[in-house]
């Protein structure tokens, strides 16, 4: 910062405590000040590791009502008039990376419980049958399962919807996936109906062969073109290939009335996104979502008058869950493509400030693709602009952590960064994958909301904790949600930064902070599901025997009752002297570099035994490179730059400084790093569906690179 420029800081800062002072912020300030932090939650049988929440100490939440169908049937009736579901109408391409859209399709809660029960009706016509009351993870042999291979939409949760007002089993597949995984999750449940896009009924019909089972593809128009001319193929014999509204129209719920699912049916056979090897089924219960749901909701405030932003795949637990809450609370489910968030992806304008949610999901990477985005804009405006911002921020920062909000800065930058969500969220959940503290705040300062984190995994139905909406610190994962317990199992082999075994004895953490325990996270509950579909050996790995799924991940309670991940079983890496590092925590912090191209696939890490110490394969930001280059004299095109030295050395400065910043230890300090821009893609394998990283497949595909830059971390 300039000196001529520090006065008019000073005034500002001023003229900002003035406005908090004549607006009444200090009342918050002090409310702060005095307030004592409340115990989240609290132990079971006097162990202090073993921990349960506060508002929940006696027994698990298990939900109000048996099924999903009779949660979301109540919605329908409670809310009748209500909008439940909002589509944009997809007109074509703007051009060739821009999609037009045009007015917003509304259904009411009425509408889509009538449309849901003759989608259902439908399914029973064309021959499938209810689940067993029970489930087990044995092979299904009757016609009960529907496949959903599309696009999150208003169609794939109708027809989800429908399928459970007949007790049918939905098999879920990632829309992003190949056709080799829709072919093997439908021979693997005897799957004989699929809703799928139109642009995959061909696809679909030329493997057709390979699916003996499937008599009938059920196709949707999202995002197809009024105009668009191509043909749905001729279905062979004994395939019926219909339109979805065509289907949801044939639907004769006077010939077959509902069939409701028991709290033991079977509700979702959804696969996992292949993160660690072939995708896995995990076999979801009724009981297991209707719990979960009711927890969830509680822990973020959902009501009727809450605008949700549908976008994540709900093929992925999270938005599953996320999408029942919001029709359990009546709110508004505002359908959007993820490319289309902003006016970057879409004309005339984004689905943001199309629709204004007030809540919204999102997994790390795309709280961390806004950060860089709106930092990529501050650096390109004037010096005087960028120092108002950054006074901004300062401010922000400090008034959100001291219990108070910044008047003047709030008018002058804040308002604007509102606007890019649509102006009127307030509040967020970040999910799916650990968040990094400093994107955490970011977000939290740039559009003064809380952004929680919640942790979960697919066979924990998404909600393990949720991080209190007034809980300001950074790094938390949350407070156990009312159906499940968590406990802390030692880990004796397994030591932290300062070489100290994590114990779930442990009352004080390697920061020195007091804690209740640390060790593996596990898990036990109502919304805990039965395991893995046709694998009763990888069931036994994690499913133990007395009722507990161990989670692969080490954390701690800190002295408010909430859970921190500090480390993972599954991720840690040995090196050549025997000292073990945390690839994924390493990629968290690293990727906030600001080298780093969140969007292209962000920062695979590496080590192994035979190895001193870890090196990285990135990709490189081409506009932040280049802008470092012309602040630094640095001359040539990008391709010239991404062999200079200069600019290697630029990087590894600023990865040393993110080592620093997030207290890594010394093993974990990269030693190289090699630039990449070919971006990693679900596509292309190096990303799953859910856009974790492969990391065996990034370095397979990168293999001249990956060889080269591992030579430097030997000694």
Same mark, same amino acid.
């Given at each position: ?18 406005? /908090? ?244 049916? !079977? ?8 993160? /660690? ?24 405030? &959902? ?168 809980? &300001? ?7 156990? %949600? ?8 030692? !880990?004796?082999?397994? !030591? ?31 919304? %805990? ?33 909430? &859970? ?40 695979? !890490? ?69 630039? &990449? ?39």
């Amino acid at each position: 910062m300039s000196v001529a420029l520090f006065p008019l800081k000073i005034l500002l800062l001023a003229l900002d405590l003035f406005a /908090t002072l004549i607006t009444f912020g200090w009342v918050g300030a002090l409310k702060k000040l005095f307030a004592k932090e409340p115990l989240r939650s609290v132990p079971v049988g006097g162990n202090p590791s073993h921990r349960v929440n506060s508002n929940f100490p006696n027994e698990r939440f298990t939900g109000d009502a048996a099924s999903l169908y009779e949660m979301t049937n109540t919605s329908f009736q409670k809310y009748a008039s209500k909008k439940a579901m909002g589509t944009r109408a997809f007109l074509g391409m703007h051009t060739p990376k821009i999609k037009k859209f045009g007015d917003v399709k509304w259904r009411t809660y009425k509408e889509v419980g009538e449309d849901a029960h003759r989608f259902g009706a439908a399914l029973k016509a064309a021959g499938l049958v209810a689940a067993p009351d029970s489930t087990t993870l044995d092979k299904i042999t009757t016609p009960c399962s529907l496949a959903i291979f599309e696009n999150t939409s208003a169609e794939w949760m109708i027809s989800a919807l429908g399928a459970f007002s007949q007790s049918v089993i939905v098999t879920t597949i990632y829309a992003t996936l190949g056709m080799d995984a829709v072919v093997d999750a439908i021979t693997d449940g005897d799957v004989t109906a699929i809703v799928c896009n139109k642009i995959n009924v061909a696809a679909l019909l030329s493997r057709s062969k390979d699916m003996p089972s499937l008599k009938t593809i059920i196709y949707t128009n999202d995002l197809i073109a009024p105009d668009d001319a191509a043909e749905v193929p001729a279905a062979p014999a004994g395939l019926t290939v219909v339109a979805f509204d065509a289907f949801v129209a044939s639907g004769d719920t006077a010939k077959y009335p509902p069939t409701p699912p028991k709290p033991d049916t !079977c509700a979702v056979l959804m696969y996992t996104s292949g993160s /660690t090897g072939k995708p896995k089924g995990v076999v979801v219960q009724h009981k297991h979502l209707v719990a979960v749901v009711g927890a969830v909701k509680r822990e973020i405030a &959902l009501e009727d008058h809450d605008d949700y932003l549908g976008y994540l795949p709900l093929a992925h637990i999270l938005e599953l869950a996320a999408e029942f809450g919001a029709i359990d609370a009546g709110a508004t489910i505002c359908y959007a493509d993820p490319k289309t968030l902003t006016a970057t992806g879409a004309y005339p304008i984004g689905a943001l400030e199309q629709f204004s949610p007030t809540v919204m999901a999102g997994v790390p990477k795309i709280w961390d693709v806004i950060k860089k985005g709106i930092e990529a804009k501050i650096s390109k405006s004037p010096p005087v602009a960028q120092f108002l911002v950054n006074t901004a921020f300062q401010a922000r920062k400090f008034a959100i952590e001291h219990g108070y909000d910044t008047p003047l800065f709030n008018k002058l930058v804040f308002k604007k960064f509102s606007a890019v969500v649509g102006g009127r969220l307030n509040r967020a959940l970040s999910g799916g994958g650990p968040l990094n503290s400093e994107v955490q705040v970011f977000i939290r300062a740039a559009f003064g909301i809380p952004l929680i984190q919640g942790y979960g995994l697919t066979e924990t139905c998404a909600g393990l904790t949720i991080q209190d909406l007034k809980d &300001l610190r950074a790094g938390i994962a949350g407070v156990p %949600v009312g159906s499940v317990e968590i406990k802390l199992e030692s !880990c004796p082999d397994i !030591c932290d930064k300062a070489g100290i075994a994590y114990l779930s004895t442990d009352t004080k953490d390697v920061e020195g902070n007091t804690i209740y325990g640390r060790g593996e996270v596990l898990v036990k509950g109502t919304s %805990v599901t039965l395991g893995y579909y046709m694998m009763p050996d990888k069931t036994k790995e994690v499913y133990r025997d007395d009722g507990f799924f161990a989670t692969g991940d080490i954390g701690q309670f800190m002295d408010d009752g909430s &859970l921190r991940i500090v480390d993972r079983k599954k991720n840690l890496v040995k090196l050549k002297g025997g000292e073990y590092i945390a690839i994924e925590m390493m990629e968290m912090s690293y990727g906030n570099s600001k080298f780093v191209d969140a969007v292209a696939g962000g920062i695979c !890490c590496y080590g192994d035994g035979d190895m001193d110490r870890p090196v990285a394969l990135m990709q490189l930001n081409e506009p932040v490179a280049m802008a470092w280059a012309k602040d630094n004299g640095v001359a040539g095109d990008f391709e010239t730059l991404k062999n200079s030295k200069e600019l290697m050395a630029a990087v590894m400065t600023d990865m040393k400084n993110e080592h620093k910043k997030a207290g890594l230890s010394h093993l974990e300090k990269l030693v190289a790093v090699t630039f &990449l821009t070919d971006p990693w893609t679900p596509d292309n394998g190096c990303l799953t569906a859910a856009n974790k990283l492969q990391r065996r497949v990034v370095i397979d595909t990168f293999e001249k690179e990956f060889e080269e830059v591992k030579k430097k971390g030997v000694f």
